[in-house]
């Protein structure tokens, strides 16, 4: 298992410098001139340009720009934005807020999904879980920004539940609502997964051996249906985690959360290349991580599997 | 052992003792889109203490519907419509859900039919042994582990402390079934309803465990429910018969009797049709000799059949149709990285199969006898040695060659359900090995589909029909239709009758040796089941670990087997030396 671990980890070195350059050589390919869009109608002398073209490699073939910035990624320098901030300090501040929200919002569709989806499997034709689907799908159906826009008006407004937008350090709590707007659509799958897969389980043949024991009802169901309902769920999420970083972007600016979404929006529409690069090489290897972690619970889940050390 | 049991019964019957069991007037129905669909109608058993009891039928006859309402183990369509199920004078079926929680595995205990998907794949043996114990009260805490171990290794799993920890996949299917019956004994319940719990098994593990199944309730004077297809079982395991025909029960009584002298015109075929060690070979009707009658009488006819089968050897030719040489098949199974270890499959095998007769192959699972079936029919290819059809080799063949040999050698595969296309209707399926092979016109082919579905006697009206809609033996039928429509000169039948129940499995015995005699087929019939080797083969290979251990006619296999493993197998054929009513 061990072995199979730092197998895993290994492989995350050719996927990140794989990642990375390829959007490196986007960011480069991307039409228009990056010092003449930060100074919209006053261009400066062009000693100037040129010096700033310098200043951030930009004068340089593209091959030689992407090893420079390896290079200085290697020591620690992940270049700094065009306005002069290092790459390093607004990652520091944007990714722990959009990892709160990603967090919150993976935990919310985790427990509530699968709540609903057990209850529904388990009631397979009666009204919850008719209600339950046609719910589901139509969350799954409705645009995330409309559901944003609904839940703002409703719990942040006429409620008055909630605040309509997050503050600068975006602390938990304001965080609550934005979190199940980001979750809705993935919530909406869970709950047909858990319960397509409770129903299937409930007919497998070991789930009447274990009612032939004498095993009470409460515990067929969390022992010996809802764990191995469970491994199908446990894979979606751990892919959910990336849409979730991915799908924040709207979310974030809906509820204008000074996160990941709108710093990197920013970033490329400004053409900044180390910046763009080095969120979505983070978001990389966050999501590699993801992956990882699903398969080793994967494996504890389900003892059939097991990897080659 | 019956003749005791005997004696308790009329004992129980003299001293009006209240049965343990008894269900009166069961009906079980099934809610489906088209209505209540009632699967049991009006059905009557008692079983008292100490008796073993089994109910006997095909599938669908509602044996198991009825073993499993018993506990309340329907599906959730399933529902008890009319009747009583009394335990110990208590009436079951008016029990809340929480009072026969209690009844579940402390008075009745369940062992289930498929080791391979009863037990909990997630949970490791221990747990869910275990489980069972603390739920049924027997004991808790450190106790409680004690007693798991201590209950499989009653079950035959001697180094059962070690294996706690492991998870079902790491068990085989006769330890997995072990296991069930421990978990149904854990209790030492007062009743055991075993619902098949051997038929996935090979006979050799079958009877170790059966054995062990009886010695154990009879250590714990429990009484047994056994619900089975197979009547030589029913005979050899239980002292009460019950034998169910469409929901109903059509024939009861000490089973002995119901089998030496089965009233009831059911009951009747049932056991004509069985097929066990006293059976002969099945003759088609213009094949059979004039002494035929007396064959089938079963009298003193070693005189006739040894005459016969001198006949049938000068009569052959010299040379094999198919013959197999040293032929050898190696797998390399992949190990954990870039290790991967040798299997030998099949090992440095030969024999020969005549024109006109068949070649039985048999052995118990993982005896490489549907390989060598795969080899001949080059779906694999071989390691080494040689294989020829009608004086060719065909290791190797390409092209135009290979369809020119398929067209000659056709496979029929065991399961009926799985090899026949769900979207394709009847006539397509049959005419698709001709479209295949570009067989004729349109209108010919057409012909052809009447003239084959003629032979396998189905009416000309299942052209437009959809599998979906046959039954098992009728889908059989339509295989064997597909196999015969290239007018092949060999048909590879790998366990071809091993899912039908016994009186669908004695008519497409019936229709291929009917076929053969028509056509002049040649057979290779590969088989776990020596009982129907006995009805349809002329010589027999019995495999062992990818070798042939003993091959000889059917006869000489049979009253006079050479080989301690062959001997061991006709010895674990249930109720294979008890003579059945004919």
């Known amino acids: 298992m061990l072995w199979y671990t730092g197998k895993r980890l290994l492989q995350t070195i050719p996927v990140f410098f794989g990642a990375t350059f390829l959007i490196y050589f986007m960011v ?45 990624l290697l020591t620690g320098d992940l270049g700094t934005t065009f306005s002069g901030r290092p790459v390093i300090d607004v990652m520091v501040k944007a990714f722990p807020i959009t990892f709160r929200l990603a967090m919150l919002a993976l935990a919310f569709e985790a427990i509530a999904g699968i709540l609903v989806g057990l209850i529904s499997g388990l009631r397979k034709g009666k009204w919850f879980d008719s209600s339950a689907l046609v719910v589901s799908l139509l969350l799954i159906s409705v645009p995330t920004f409309v559901i944003g826009f609904v839940f703002q008006l409703v719990f942040g407004i006429q409620l008055g539940w909630a605040r309509t937008t997050v503050s600068g350090d975006a602390p938990w709590g304001e965080l609550v609502l934005p979190a199940i707007v980001l979750a809705t659509t993935s919530f909406a799958y869970i709950v047909r997964l858990t319960r397509a897969s409770v129903a299937d389980n409930l007919n497998a043949d070991f789930v009447r051996t274990a009612t032939a024991k004498g095993l009470s009802r409460r515990r067929v169901v969390t022992v010996h249906v809802l764990r191995n309902s469970l491994v199908p769920v446990v894979t979606f999420l751990g892919v959910d985690v990336g849409s979730l970083m991915v799908g924040a972007i709207v979310t974030e600016g809906i509820f204008n959360i000074n996160g990941v979404g709108g710093t990197l929006y920013r970033a490329i529409n400004l053409g900044e290349g180390p910046t763009v690069v080095s969120f979505v090489a983070v978001m990389v290897i966050i999501f590699m991580l993801a992956n990882l972690l699903v398969d080793l619970l994967y494996a504890a889940l389900d003892p059939r599997i097991r990897y080659a050390k | 052992m019956s003749q005791l049991a005997t004696e308790t019964r009329a004992e129980n019957v003299s001293g009006e003792e209240q049965p343990l069991l008894q269900v009166r007037d069961l009906e079980v129905g099934f809610e489906t889109q088209r209505g209540v669909v009632s699967a049991v109608r009006g059905v009557d058993l008692t079983l008292y203490a100490g008796q073993t009891l089994a109910i006997v039928g095909e599938s669908g006859s509602g044996k198991t519907t009825t073993a499993q309402s018993i506990i309340d183990l329907l599906p959730r369509n399933g529902k008890v419509t009319a009747g009583q199920i009394l335990f110990e004078g208590r009436d079951l079926t008016t029990l809340p859900p929480a009072a026969i929680e209690d009844v579940r595995g402390r008075l009745i205990g369940y062992v289930p039919q498929d080791p391979m998907s009863n037990l909990n794949p997630v949970w490791s043996i221990g747990f869910q042994v275990e489980e069972a114990i603390k739920a049924n009260n027997v004991a808790q805490g450190k106790e409680a582990r004690l007693r798991t171990i201590q209950v499989l290794k009653d079950a035959g799993l001697s180094d059962a402390a070690d294996r706690l920890k492991q998870y079902p996949h790491q068990f085989s299917g006769g330890m997995r079934q072990r296991v069930l019956i421990g978990i149904g004994l854990s209790a030492k319940p007062k009743l055991l309803i075993a619902d098949e719990p051997t038929s996935a098994l090979d006979v050799t593990v079958q009877r170790q465990i059966l054995d062990h199944l009886a010695t154990l309730t009879r250590d714990y004077g429990t009484s047994v429910l056994f619900i089975t297809h197979d009547l030589g079982l029913a005979a050899e395991r239980a002292e009460q018969l019950v034998v169910m025909y469409k929901g109903k029960v059509v024939e009861s009584g000490p089973s002995q009797e119901i089998l030496a002298n089965p009233q009831h015109p059911y009951t009747q075929r049932l056991v004509s049709a069985a097929p066990s060690l006293a059976s002969r070979r099945i003759q088609s009707a213009k094949h059979a000799d004039a002494d035929d009658p007396q064959i089938y009488a079963g009298g003193s006819t070693d005189d006739t059949l040894i005459a016969r089968a001198a006949e049938r050897e000068q009569a052959a030719p010299a040379k094999a149709l198919i013959s197999v040489e040293n032929v050898t ?3 390399k199974i992949r190990q954990q990285g870039f290790r991967s270890e040798k299997l030998l499959a099949v090992n440095d095998v030969s024999f020969g199969v005549q024109k006109g007769t068949t070649t039985a192959l048999v052995g118990e699972s993982g005896s490489g006898k549907s390989t060598v079936a795969k080899l001949i029919l080059q779906l694999e290819s071989i390691t080494s040695g040689r294989i020829e059809f009608d004086g060719q080799n065909v290791a190797g063949l390409k092209g135009a060659e290979l ?12 399961d009926p359900y799985g090899t026949l296309d769900p979207q394709y209707n009847v006539g397509n399926t049959i005419a698709e090995p001709l479209l295949a092979h570009k067989v004729g016109t349109k209108k010919e082919r057409q012909a052809r589909v009447l003239e084959l579905l003629d ?36 048909l590879v039948l790998d366990e071809a009758v091993s899912a039908l129940d016994v009186l669908v499995q004695g008519q497409v015995l019936n229709l291929l040796t009917e076929l053969q005699t028509e056509l002049d087929l040649t057979y290779l019939f590969i088989t776990h089941d020596l009982a129907v080797v006995r009805l349809i083969a002329d010589n027999v290979c019995v495999m062992q ?31 294979g030396d008890f003579e059945f009513g004919r």
């Open chain 1, 28 to 72: 480069f390919s991307l039409p228009g001139d990056p010092i003449a869009a930060l100074f919209g109608d006053h261009p400066p002398a062009p000693a100037v340009i040129d010096q700033i073209r310098a200043e951030y490699n930009l004068d340089k073939p593209f091959i030689v720009q992407y090893f420079l910035y390896v290079g200085g």
């Open chain 2, 329 to 331: 098949k190696m797998y």
């Open chain 2, 403 to 414: 369809l020119k040999f398929r067209r000659r050698v056709q496979p029929v595969f065991q």
């Open chain 2, 455 to 490: 032979q396998v006697s189905m009416p000309s009206a299942t052209r437009f029909r959809y599998p979906g809609e046959l039954s098992g033996g009728q889908r059989q039928r339509i295989a064997v239709a597909r196999a015969l429509a290239l007018k092949p000169d060999v």
């Open chain 2, 545 to 575: 670990r990818g070798r042939i251990v003993e091959a000889a006619s059917t006869d000489e296999v049979f009253d006079n087997p050479k080989e301690q493993y062959t001997q061991e197998l006709l010895a674990a054929i249930p109720g």
